[in-house]
Nanobody, 123 residues
């Protein structure tokens, strides 16, 4: 069974930083892709960033240069460092994982999801 648990969300002012964590109760090194998605009220869930088994990463354009995805295999934890936060970053953030190498920022390419952690950025 795959279990993903996010933490680290909160409320910050614009320009601030947060680091999200996703603990995997399983070996994250076994996943071929892990990712962060987000969903704002009234909007569809969108891909923020993915990290593949070879360490390569992809970011959606709106977070490039501000967010960094990483993982610590020894701790079975995925991270998302978020800097220079903007009000439009406000959303529920979800961790996702898949055993398939065919992953992208499309949510349909991920099979396993956490429950989410809320990020609120005020202006």
């Amino acid at each position: 069974e795959v279990l993903l648990v996010e933490s680290g969300g909160g409320s910050v002012q614009a320009g601030g930083s947060l680091t999200l964590s996703c603990a995997s109760f399983g070996y994250i090194s076994s996943y071929l892709c892990m990712a962060w998605f987000r969903q704002a009220p009234g909007k569809e869930r969108e891909g923020v960033s993915i990290i593949r088994g070879d360490g390569s990463t992809t970011y959606t354009d709106s977070v490039k240069g501000r967010f960094t995805i990483s993982q610590d295999n020894a701790k079975n934890t995925l991270y998302l460092q978020m800097n220079s936060l903007k009000p439009e970053d406000t959303a529920m953030y979800y961790c996702a994982a898949t055993f398939s190498p065919l992953c992208s920022l499309n949510r349909n390419t991920f099979a396993y999801w956490g429950q989410g952690t809320q990020v609120t950025v005020s202006s």
